[in-house]
């Protein structure tokens, strides 16, 4: 049986997502770290995806192309793809159920897929992606290949940061009804204000937006709450807008923390403390453990990858 990626990683000492940059992106390992995966695939025999001559056609599918997260996902997938010269077929599914069980039906004629936080129940896409081989990003699927944002430390950082600067009520701007992401960020949230004794309000769905984060202002302003954690940075900064709006400024009145660090959570003013996900570089381990899939080796590996707070200024002690 040909060796995987996770062979080389076990062989190495190292996670999965260390030894696929050795392949795809050297130059941010060690020389040693480097040394070490290069010395195992050696051993194993391992061959890597970039070395097949073969071009192959990857669906991608995203529930919103137009969210920076998933553009930033794409340009990963596409920058990694492209060492082996394979090609990128995209289908956005526009945070519609329908539209994404139909685009899933017509990437499953390609010769591999990944699909992108994917809203439709496991069983469903389970069915719907029949003997195509494919890989989960952002959700976790029993028996599937998954590539996961880690969603317990960064978020457990946020509280941690917010009680730590006097923080005692605390409200949660949800995402999307039915993205598996907004269920795990809501319950590690949930957690980490328990564990420092911290009342939180959860807030209705809204869409992954500024225009959902605009949606939630109101409810998050009459929450009385000192601080909100958005869904993502788009909520989080039409939450900010919203807010001001109502004459409540951001941090002088309400403390406001992001997900995802998306380029502009830096630009605004004030710029957003939020948590950083690992995009780039889940989408360059998904393009890896497919096509080590497509090339027939047995991959159910869960791969997760870390998160970390940003302060920035959008954050501060809650007034007096």
Same mark, same amino acid.
């Given at each position: 049986?040909?060796?995987?990626?996770?062979?080389?990683?076990?062989?190495?000492?190292?996670?999965?997502? =260390?030894?696929?940059?050795?392949?795809? /992106?050297?130059?941010?390992?060690?020389?040693?770290?480097?040394?070490?995966?290069?010395?195992?695939?050696?051993?194993?025999?391992?061959?890597?995806?970039?070395?097949?001559?073969?071009?192959? =056609? &990857?669906?991608? !599918?995203?529930?919103?192309?137009?969210?920076?997260?998933?553009? =930033?996902? +794409?340009?990963?997938?596409?920058?990694?793809?492209?060492?082996?010269?394979?090609?990128?077929?995209?289908?956005?599914?526009?945070?519609?159920?329908?539209?994404?069980?139909?685009?899933?039906?017509?990437?499953?004629?390609?010769?591999?897929?990944?699909? @992108?936080?994917?809203?439709?129940?496991?069983?469903?896409?389970?069915?719907?992606?029949?003997?195509?081989?494919?890989?989960?990003?952002?959700?976790?699927?029993?028996? $599937?290949?998954?590539?996961?944002?880690?969603?317990?430390?960064?978020?457990?950082?946020?509280?941690?940061? &917010?009680?730590?600067?006097?923080?005692?009520?605390?409200?949660?701007?949800?995402?999307?009804?039915?993205?598996?992401?907004?269920?795990?960020? $809501?319950?590690?949230?949930?957690?980490? @204000? /328990?564990?420092?004794?911290?009342? +939180?309000?959860?807030?209705?769905?809204?869409?992954?937006?500024?225009?959902?984060?605009?949606?939630?202002?109101?409810?998050?302003? $009459?929450?009385?709450?000192? *601080?909100? !954690?958005?869904?993502?940075?788009?909520?989080?900064?039409?939450?900010?807008?919203?807010?001001? /709006?109502?004459?409540?400024?951001?941090?002088?009145?309400?403390?406001?923390?992001?997900?995802?660090?998306?380029? +502009?959570?830096?630009?605004?003013?004030?710029? &957003?403390?939020?948590?950083?996900?690992?995009?780039?570089?889940?989408?360059?381990?998904? !393009?890896?453990? +497919?096509?080590?899939?497509?090339?027939?080796?047995?991959?159910?590996? !869960? *791969?997760? &990858?870390?998160?970390?707070?940003?302060?920035?200024?959008? =954050? $501060?002690?809650?007034?007096?």
């Amino acid at each position: 049986m040909a060796a995987t990626l996770t062979d080389v990683a076990r062989r190495a000492g190292v996670s999965i997502a =260390t030894a696929s940059r050795a392949f795809g /992106e050297p130059d941010r390992l060690a020389p040693g770290t480097l040394g070490r995966v290069l010395e195992a695939a050696g051993e194993l025999g391992y061959a890597t995806p970039q070395s097949a001559t073969t071009t192959r =056609t &990857l669906g991608v !599918v995203v529930p919103d192309v137009a969210n920076p997260v998933y553009a =930033t996902l +794409l340009k990963a997938i596409q920058g990694q793809a492209w060492h082996g010269r394979h090609r990128i077929v995209l289908f956005d599914a526009d945070e519609d159920l329908h539209r994404e069980r139909e685009q899933i039906e017509q990437a499953r004629k390609l010769d591999g897929m990944l699909l @992108c936080s994917p809203r439709l129940p496991d069983e469903e896409v389970l069915e719907l992606v029949g003997d195509t081989p494919y890989v989960v990003i952002n959700r976790l699927i029993e028996g $599937a290949s998954c590539v996961l944002m880690d969603a317990e430390h960064g978020p457990g950082q946020a509280i941690e940061h &917010l009680a730590a600067l006097g923080h005692t009520h605390i409200a949660y701007a949800a995402g999307p009804r039915g993205s598996w992401a907004d269920v795990r960020r $809501a319950d590690a949230i949930a957690r980490a @204000c /328990e564990r420092h004794g911290i009342r +939180l309000t959860r807030l209705s769905h809204h869409a992954a937006s500024i225009q959902g984060g605009r949606a939630a202002s109101a409810p998050a302003a $009459a929450s009385g709450a000192s *601080a909100v !954690v958005a869904y993502n940075d788009l909520v989080a900064l039409g939450l900010e807008a919203g807010l001001l /709006e109502l004459g409540r400024r951001c941090p002088a009145d309400v403390s406001i923390v992001g997900i995802d660090d998306i380029d +502009l959570a830096g630009a605004v003013t004030p710029a &957003l403390t939020t948590v950083r996900m690992p995009i780039e570089r889940s989408g360059a381990l998904a !393009v890896d453990l +497919l096509l080590q899939a497509m090339a027939g080796a047995p991959v159910s590996d !869960v *791969a997760t &990858l870390g998160s970390q707070l940003i302060v920035r200024a959008s =954050t $501060a002690a809650p007034a007096t």
